[in-house]
């Protein structure tokens, strides 16, 4: 009995001392986290100064620290993670969720299918008119503009909805208009998703994974198939001929067809489950090679950069989300595209792949068809109000801002954008780049609409001129606009 307790003693400071050595002499071998985890600076006292030792910021910036750098820590989280997810279906990857028969899902798939950021009739149909005219404008001068809606999971798998969703009604949703609103402008234009719909119960493999969010490997070679036969079909391009020569079977789930999963940092790999990818020849034809291609495109594309891409394309320059260069997409800094001149550096291109899935659709493709519709018609130049209004649509944290608000307040999601844009260009306008008088003319109309004696006088003079409102204070902030410019010369 002497000798016990002073066993157990040891034993227990053993226990809190191995953490400490495992941090500094790495003992064990552990798996880092996956996903967007990113572990904060190593704790130091460098920051210790008698004002923060006292308010305690020094304490708990210090802990937060060590926290993250106390040894077993990732072995740790993932007993967490494991625990929470084995038990209750948490998932502890923001932003992604587990659905019936443990199907993952990211979230925002579901709300773009359920129609919780359908953006509007109004806004669709505009962006959709904008890219009939850009088609019609490249095509003048010989390079196609293809516009494909990539599949979603939420769509191809509604039935495996957290329950919460499977009860919800759905709404009109962006990619139902964008479908319609293209075919009925007469937009040219591939759709992936109804097609994957079509093949649901008899493709060879899944489509989708269980527990990815991209389509599959098997996936991409099917939108690949009707993408190329497009492209040499529709298009009339030239391109080197593939084939399958067969498919490889697995049933441990690899690269993408496992990317949620794997961001969940469990400690053990989720139930195995059947898939496969198609093996794919190459014609050997540099001569065929020839396409000179611009692609504005989400992560999807990721799956067919490499080989198809490479393989089918002389080169490509891949705008991710519009906005970053791959590969150099994620370094720090990243490469932005230079989009100066766009007009002509459109022309240079043989073939403008633009797309997208139904998860990015309220992003309207990243403002492309903005760029690109006012790059070949400078005037009149853009609103500064629809730039501000694609700004909340392409803002993370904005864009969900103004969800909730639509949410909480039962108005459609269109109106408050629109309220938020007005609010910041009348709030900001002396600070706006880029301004022209148009937008000075909408200023004051703004200023009509905030003056009580103003608007009513505007109001007698509409009713007198049989005109709508809209448009008499239209008529009146010209008016004024003009005033104030003839008193300055």
């Not at 077993?72 to 967490?80: E, K, P, Q, S």
């Not at 199907?103 to 129609?115: S, T």
């Not at 007005?422 to 301004?435: E, G, L, N, R, V």
Request: charged share 25%.
């Amino acid at each position: 009995m002497r000798t016990f307790k002073p066993a157990v003693l040891i034993f227990v400071c053993a226990l809190l001392l191995f953490p400490a050595l495992q941090d500094k002499f790495r003992i064990i071998k552990e798996r880092k986290p996956d996903g967007y985890y990113v572990p904060k600076p190593t704790p130091s006292f460098s920051g210790l100064t008698r004002t923060r030792w006292f308010d305690g910021t020094f304490q708990e910036e210090f802990m937060s620290r060590l926290d993250d750098h106390a040894g077993f820590h990732n072995t740790l989280v993932r007993i967490n993670c494991q625990f929470d997810y084995s038990l209750f279906g948490i998932t502890h990857a923001p932003g992604f969720i587990s659905g019936k028969s443990g199907y993952l899902f990211e979230e925002d798939y579901i709300h773009e299918y359920k129609g919780t950021f359908f953006i509007g009739e109004k806004v669709v149909d505009r962006k959709v008119r904008m890219l009939k005219n850009i088609q019609d404008s490249l095509g003048s001068y010989g390079v196609p503009l293809v516009v494909v809606y990539e599949p979603g999971k939420a769509s191809f798998y509604p039935e495996y909805f957290p329950s919460r969703f499977r009860n919800k009604k759905k709404g009109p949703s962006n990619y139902d208009r964008f479908v319609t609103a293209s075919a009925a402008a007469g937009l040219k234009f591939i759709d992936l998703n109804s097609w994957f719909l079509s093949m649901k119960d008899t493709s060879r493999f899944p489509l989708f994974p269980k527990y990815g969010m991209h389509w599959s490997l098997y996936g991409v070679s099917k939108a690949m198939d009707t993408l190329v036969s497009y492209l040499t079909g529709t298009c009339r391009l030239t391109l080197p001929a593939c084939r399958k020569t067969g498919f490889t079977a697995f049933t441990n789930s690899p690269g993408t067809d496992y990317d949620i999963g794997s961001i969940l940092n469990l400690l053990w790999h989720l139930p195995q489950i059947s898939g496969g990818a198609a093996v794919v020849k190459f014609e050997d034809d540099s001569g065929r090679r020839n396409l000179r291609v611009l692609i504005i495109a989400d992560s999807y594309y990721l799956n067919i950069l490499e080989p198809y891409g490479r393989k089918l394309f002389r080169s490509q320059e891949y705008r991710y989300y519009n906005k970053k260069l791959y590969p150099r997409h994620n370094v720090t800094p990243p490469q932005y595209a230079d989009k100066s001149d766009m007009r002509n550096k459109l022309k240079k291109f043989d073939l403008v792949l633009l797309m997208s899935s139904e998860i990015n659709l309220h992003s309207t493709f990243w403002n492309f068809p903005d760029e690109a519709f006012y790059a070949f018609h400078p005037w009149p130049p853009q609103p500064a109000l629809e730039r501000i209004e694609n700004d909340i649509r392409n803002d993370r944290e904005w864009f969900r801002f103004m969800v909730a608000k639509s949410r909480s307040t039962g108005r459609p999601l269109e109106e408050m954008i629109s309220e938020d844009a007005q609010f910041m260009f009348f709030s900001t306008f002396a600070d706006i780049p880029a301004k022209s008088y148009l937008d000075t003319i909408d200023y004051i109309g703004m200023e009509i609409r905030r003056n009580g004696d103003w608007l009513a006088a505007v109001q007698k003079k509409a009713q007198d001129n049989h005109l709508s409102l809209d448009s008499m204070i239209r008529v009146d902030a010209t008016y004024t606009y003009m005033q104030k410019r003839q008193k300055k010369w």
